[in-house]
């Protein structure tokens, strides 16, 4: 009842069949079997003595560790500080690089541009690698000097060594969807505000900021998830460190002999309670979404900031920002590609430069086999990422169908359950339906759009609160159907949105690593198991090798799709 | 969990006979006789005629890619027509994935092959059949299950490993103690999984000695690691002086084939650390997993073990680098160290700070 008026009020013609509610129901069940049936099987797991759904005895036991644990406050405070302090510094670099890119006259957009996602490129496990090289306390290539010169050195084995590290590789995320935002928002109306004599500070908190919190919002959640789930930089950095993070203790867990699959459920649970107070923080920071719709129907074009002499204090704040994100991590994986056992540099070292490395990954078959399935996976992931979740964007902001709250909720809550969990999860699953594709690609198929769905429905939802009702209005006014009218309307708006949810579900698809470990057959390794055996054998020259040729491959890759989005978002 | 750990244990001590000895020389034994009297030629002849239908052999082993290339394809020019597919990841996650599938009744496997204690868990949960292969009669007991439970074709060292240039003047490592020197305080490096050697060292050097060498190693700060392979190779760049343990064939292809200044601890006795192997309960190339199993347990295949520099299960085929086990006593890790493992886990974890 309240779907069809919605729906005449938007001016749409009501087809007998009901295309909206269709539509929401083939959503709701997609997800469902996507998410519901892990986070059962997750939940199953907590509290089952055998550690498995399929042999169940129900315990409490799990969670009563998770929680009563003495060292749980110190495991919370570490996660939240890691997570925030990760998030917090990826905002403000993304946040300010995309402010610059987008925003001002800075020479070389671009560039800055193709550079600020170079890091985005590289998998999470090669990056922590090439800082862990930098920031070592005895072999870091930084800590070396500063200890002979000044008698000191900065541990990468701290907090502030694992933030600065996932900080910096998350950045570029920050960066792509801060962008999109910066593109979308309608200038005319700081203009207005500096018109009225506001001045710069503040025509951003009374005009600025409040167009952005949307995405702002979006952004800080996607990021502060993203590093309390993420676990190269808390097994690599932290438990050295004895810095344990949720992950960490999961992985842990999962390496208890024998491996405990309930206590990693239990924990996976508090990560997913952490992670829905978050959402339930967004919605409200965003339920009034609509006041701050600023693509209209009007046609307008972003205006650029002149930055004037202030122009080179920008490009030298970018160029740092790309050295440290970019050329030094890869000058130091460049350098380890070329020896054959890491040592810090030196003449010796230099007069060893080999290139067996290069050999070894190009004759290697399963490193061939991985890019190949990477490459597959990356491409079939991304496409259903954004056609399944432009659908469902479309009923929780379009629609009242009444499950839309939860439609949202269950395409989000995939980012919370650490990825090796969700492998798991789906082992599970899969070996409990008879549906046999363990051990193949569909099984890596499902997990990555699983885990993917949450990046989809946040950029295409918060693109379509900018975009206002009254173009799919005029259309229904014209009497065009749903289909004609979410497809010649919506999608060309939301296109440039779409392309960068497309790029970016591609370019994680092609490290993931958590959901595919425990996954995987020999048949469907992929790139970041591959990588992950790689650094499992200590074979570090062989990881850097493979990372110099796909930061190559895939920095030629991502320019040619950028080139395509920019042409989309030109013609959008 | 408890429980299930207490009768894991005691599996684990009836399977195990009479493991976590020592011995001078490992002397081969006939407790454990194959089922047929053929040579193992014969053996492997007449199960490749059978293994050429199945076309492959899919062995989940946590042996690393770099050797495992060294390995694989000698067998599969000798066997045309037969397959490996290796499946490779460390002890931990091949146990996770074996119990998984089979509580699954999913049967993927043919042939399980990673360090003792994850193995002999696999065998516990009744995932894997008992097979003597044909060259058993070569093998001491203490690297082979009773009645064929499992088999040994490779053996891991646990030595301390050491840094030459990184290693502070004045200071030898003979000893487990010897890594408790304040000097080492900051340099020394620990796989925080390696509760296996702490049980070893509590049978070696008693509950209280071997708690106050863990308590004084704590002492100096270590950092965690995880994975042997990767922790020897740090230590090879200076990341550390020394490490607790090390896989003992990493640091001689380190210090011998890679001119890294690397060294071991000649301890008394050497813990080594069965690699045991198992053919699956419903293998779906039983005849193919049975060859690779002979194979690898056969002269030649043990010769391809040597050739990567890790030291064959068989006496009679030496280390590729004798200084690795030749200096000491061997200490067996076995199924019977499981006993206290709950115990030694929690101690460890608490003394080291792995949470």
Excluded at chain 1, 74 to 102: C, H, I, K, Q, R
Excluded at chain 2, 38 to 59: N, Q, T
Aim: aromatic share 10%; proline share 5%.
């Amino acid at each position: 009842m309240a779907a069809t008026t919605v729906a005449r009020r938007a001016g749409m013609r009501i087809p007998a069949w009901r295309a909206d509610i269709v539509v929401a129901g083939a959503a709701a069940l997609l997800l469902a079997y996507l998410t519901v049936v892990p986070l059962a099987m997750l939940l199953l797991g907590a509290v089952s003595a055998s550690g498995s759904a399929l042999d169940f005895q129900f315990t409490t036991r799990y969670l009563e560790r998770v929680l009563t644990d003495q060292a749980s406050i110190e495991l919370l405070a570490n996660s939240l500080v890691y997570a925030g302090g990760a998030a917090a510094l990826a905002f403000a670099l993304g946040t300010a690089a995309a402010w610059a890119v987008e925003r001002t006259n800075i020479p070389a957009r671009s560039l800055w541009y193709g550079l600020a996602l170079v890091p985005l490129i590289v998998p999470g496990i090669v990056h922590t690698i090439a800082w862990l090289f930098l920031l070592s306390p005895e072999i870091g290539w930084i800590n070396a000097p500063l200890k002979t010169l000044f008698g000191f050195s900065l541990s990468v084995y701290s907090l502030p060594g694992m933030i600065w590290i996932e900080g910096l590789h998350t950045a570029p995320l920050a960066f792509i969807l801060m962008s999109a935002a910066f593109r979308a928002m309608d200038p005319s109306l700081e203009e207005a505000a500096a018109a009225s004599r506001a001045d710069a500070w503040k025509t951003f908190r009374r005009v600025t900021l409040p167009l952005l919190l949307p995405s702002v919002a979006s952004v800080l959640l996607i990021l502060f998830v993203r590093a309390l789930e993420g676990f190269e930089v808390p097994a690599i950095i932290g438990v050295p460190g004895r810095i344990f993070v949720y992950t960490s203790r999961i992985y842990l867990s999962l390496k208890l002999y024998p491996p405990s699959f309930g206590l990693a459920a239990a924990y996976g649970l508090v990560l997913l309670a952490i992670s829905v107070v978050g959402l339930v923080l967004h919605r409200r920071a965003t339920r009034h979404a609509e006041r701050y719709a600023t693509v209209t129907g009007k046609g307008y074009r972003p205006r650029r900031l002149e930055l004037g002499r202030f122009r080179y204090v920008a490009v030298g704040a970018l160029a740092l920002y790309a050295f440290l994100a970019v050329a030094l991590p890869f000058l130091v994986l460049l350098y380890a590609s070329f020896i054959r056992v890491y040592s810090v540099p030196s003449l010796e070292s230099l007069r060893e430069l080999t290139l067996s490395n290069y050999s070894f990954i190009l004759e290697d078959e399963l490193t061939r086999t991985a890019v190949f399935n990477s490459l597959i996976l990356g491409v079939a992931a991304a496409t259903i990422v954004v056609a399944v979740t432009a659908v469902i964007a479309w009923v929780t902001v379009r629609t009242r169908f009444p499950g839309r709250g939860v439609l949202d909720f269950l395409a989000f809550v995939p980012i919370t359950i650490p990825g090796i969990v969700l492998g798991i999860s789906l082992i599970w699953v899969y070996f409990t339906i008879p549906i046999r594709i363990y051990g193949t690609l569909w099984i890596l198929l499902v997990a990555y759009v699983t885990r993917y769905l949450p990046y989809g429905i946040r950029g295409t939802t918060s693109a379509l609160v900018q975009i206002h009702r009254e173009l799919e209005e005029a259309a229904g006014a014209a009497g065009a159907r749903w289909w004609p009218t979410f497809r010649h309307i919506l999608l060309p708006l939301l296109r440039p949105a779409l392309v960068g949810v497309w790029i970016y579900v591609f370019i994680i698809s092609l490290r993931e690593l958590g959901a595919g470990v425990l996954l995987y057959s020999s048949q469907s390794v992929v790139l970041a198991v591959r990588i992950f055996d790689l650094r499992d054998s200590g074979n570090y020259t062989s990881i850097a090798a493979l990372s110099v040729f796909l930061i190559i491959v895939l920095v030629a890759l991502v320019t040619v799709l950028q080139r395509i989005g920019g042409r989309t978002i030109r013609e959008a | 969990m408890r429980r299930l750990l207490t009768t894991l244990a005691l599996g684990g001590l009836l399977l195990a006979g009479c493991g976590g000895n020592t011995a001078t020389a490992p002397s081969p034994t006939a407790t454990a006789k194959p089922a047929t009297t053929d040579s193992p030629d014969a053996v492997m002849s007449r199960l490749y005629e059978a293994a050429k239908s199945e076309g492959k052999v899919a062995i989940y082993s946590s042996m690393n890619t770099d050797d495992a290339k060294k390995v694989f394809p000698v067998f599969e020019a000798k066997f045309p027509g037969v397959k490996v597919e290796h499946t490779r990841a460390s002890g931990e996650v091949l146990t996770t994935r074996v119990v998984t599938e089979k509580k699954a009744g999913q049967d993927l496997f043919d042939v399980v092959e990673s360090n003792l204690f994850e193995v002999g868990y696999i065998i516990d949960q009744g995932y894997t059949q008992k097979y003597i292969v044909a060259s058993a009669g070569d093998y001491p007991a203490e690297v082979k299950g009773a009645d064929g439970a499992f088999i040994a074709a490779r053996l891991n060292n646990d030595i301390p490993g050491i840094n030459t240039q990184k290693l502070p003047a004045g200071i030898t490592i003979k000893t487990w103690k010897d890594l408790c020197n304040p000097a080492l305080s900051g340099k020394i490096a620990v796989e925080q999984g390696d509760v296996v050697v702490y049980s070893a060292l509590r049978k070696i050097l008693g509950d209280t000695e071997a708690q106050n060498v863990l308590r004084c190693i704590a002492a100096n700060k270590p950092s965690l690691r995880s994975g042997h392979t990767d922790m020897a190779n740090l230590l090879a760049a200076g990341e550390f002086a020394v490490t607790l343990s090390s896989n003992g064939h990493r640091l001689a292809q380190l210090k011998n084939e890679e001119n890294k200044p690397i060294d071991w601890g000649r301890t008394d006795p050497i813990i080594t650390d069965v690699q045991g192997m198992a053919l699956a309960n419903k293998p779906p190339h039983a005849n193919a997993g049975k060859l690779l199993m002979e194979w690898l347990t056969s002269p030649d295949g043990q010769k391809a073990i040597q050739s990567t520099g890790r030291v064959p299960a068989n006496p009679k085929v030496p280390p590729k680098y004798p200084d690795l086990n030749n200096f000491a006593k061997i200490f067996y890790v076995s199924l019977a160290l499981r006993a206290d493992f709950d115990k030694d886990q929690a101690f460890w974890n608490s003394t080291l700070g792995v949470k």
